[in-house]
């Protein structure tokens, strides 16, 4: 449905994204995850028909749109856009506000419409409101609805719960996801939250400094991200000091490790091994002793901070029930099924 190869955009000769790819199937709701200023938006503006490519080229459903000598208008384009803001009209009611799009409709196709998308977003009730009579969420699917009315090939949304609590953003983002499943609409968004970004995506992309580190599930991200920038962006982690001891060892400051066939490391080889919250445990019986510096409170469970006996630090989620005083030195160890590691030398800064 979506193919973007080898694309780059630059704003007056200042290149903000560089040899870009990105595939999105029929169907499927892709995001791409990224600080501010990475790149993100102009990207969707690039697919949108709002910004020109200055190499590569942008296809939908296989017919380029953008690439060298050629550019689509954006209303030729069948891309539909959920801005930010929202961008509602003010004088407009809810059911005007989802129609302004099927001017060239029957009278009666638009009125189907109209029905049938105020049903799908839970909005029949509201038809008649206008939108500063609407909470933010409420607003949000009014937006979601306008965008999908004309049945477009493709779906934009910029940071469209940015506005948003956060406590409504993850609710909202699941609700979305159903509504876009339901029509079949192929999607893409961009964000800089992670749990929105979860909570959406079929398929994910951690962008940096205009360029994708990665593209795959989330899943594959969290698990098995491709770099160290990738991995702490994706989801909280540390970083342990290791070296490779053998065909399938790892030696770090918390004992050894079994890497496994996938290990493809030298013996001897510095490394460092990528630690999730959820893969340590406490074990009063370990002989490897650890120094609780801080302890936050998430609902769930406690996320510690801990400190080891050579002053490496790294973090442990743990039941609330564990509770354990700071400074006090306790017992820990790694539960790693499968070790994720990178070379020690390498690039740990997201820009």
């Known amino acids: 449905?979506?193919?973007?190869?080898?694309?780059?955009?630059?704003?007056?000769?200042?290149?903000?994204?560089?040899?870009?790819?990105?595939?999105?199937?029929?169907?499927?709701?892709?995001?791409?995850?990224?600080?501010?200023?990475?790149?993100?938006?102009?990207?969707?503006?690039?697919?949108?028909?709002?910004?020109?490519?200055?190499?590569?080229?942008?296809?939908?459903?296989?017919?380029?749109?953008?690439?060298?000598?050629?550019?689509?208008?954006?209303?030729?384009?069948?891309?539909?856009?959920?801005?930010?803001?929202?961008?509602?009209?003010?004088?407009?009611?809810?059911?005007?506000?989802?129609?302004?799009?099927?001017s060239k409709w029957s009278s009666s196709e638009r009125q189907s419409r109209i029905a049938e998308l105020l049903e799908l977003v839970e909005l029949t009730e509201y038809a008649q409101r206008y939108s500063h009579a609407l909470s933010g969420g409420q607003q949000q699917r009014v937006a979601l609805a306008r965008a999908m009315a004309p049945r477009p090939d493709i779906l934009l949304l910029d940071e469209p719960f940015s506005s948003l609590d956060s406590e409504l953003r993850e609710s909202l983002a699941g609700q979305v996801r159903a509504?876009?499943?339901?029509?079949?609409?192929?999607?893409?968004?961009v964000t800089h939250d992670r749990i929105e970004a979860f909570a959406m995506a079929d398929k994910l992309g951690v962008m940096?400094?205009?360029?994708?580190?990665?593209?795959?599930?989330?899943?594959?991200?969290?698990?098995?991200?491709?770099?160290?920038?990738?991995?702490?962006?994706?989801?909280?982690?540390?970083?342990?000091?290791?070296?490779?001891?053998?065909?399938?060892?790892?030696?770090?400051?918390?004992g050894s490790v079994s890497g496994g066939d996938a290990l493809k490391a030298r013996e001897g080889e510095k490394i460092e091994l990528m630690i999730r919250p959820h893969q340590v445990r406490f074990n009063p019986d370990s002989p490897y002793r650890a120094r609780v510096c801080d302890r936050v409170f998430r609902g769930a469970d406690l996320l510690y901070l801990l400190e080891l006996e050579n002053q490496e630090q790294l973090f442990c989620a743990a039941p609330v029930q564990s509770h354990y005083a700071l400074d006090k030195w306790i017992g820990v160890e790694l539960n790693l099924a499968k070790p994720v590691w990178f070379p020690a030398d390498a690039d740990h800064e997201l820009t």
């Open 208 to 254: 940096s400094s205009g360029r994708m580190l990665q593209w795959g599930t989330p899943d594959q991200l969290y698990h098995f991200p491709d770099n160290k920038l990738v991995a702490d962006f994706i989801g909280k982690c540390s970083f342990l000091s290791a070296s490779v001891t053998g065909p399938e060892s790892i030696q770090c400051a918390l």
């Open 1 to 102: 449905m979506l193919a973007l190869q080898q694309i780059s955009i630059a704003y007056q000769r200042q290149q903000v994204v560089k040899n870009f790819n990105l595939n999105l199937e029929a169907g499927e709701i892709g995001c791409l995850l990224g600080p501010s200023g990475c790149g993100k938006t102009s990207v969707l503006r690039a697919i949108a028909g709002f910004e020109p490519v200055q190499q590569g080229a942008i296809s939908l459903h296989e017919r380029q749109v953008s690439g060298a000598g050629r550019h689509l208008a954006p209303e030729n384009r069948r891309v539909g856009m959920v801005f930010q803001d929202f961008a509602l009209f003010p004088h407009l009611t809810v059911a005007e506000n989802i129609g302004f799009g099927l």
């Open 179 to 189: 509504i876009l499943k339901h029509e079949r609409i192929t999607a893409l968004m």
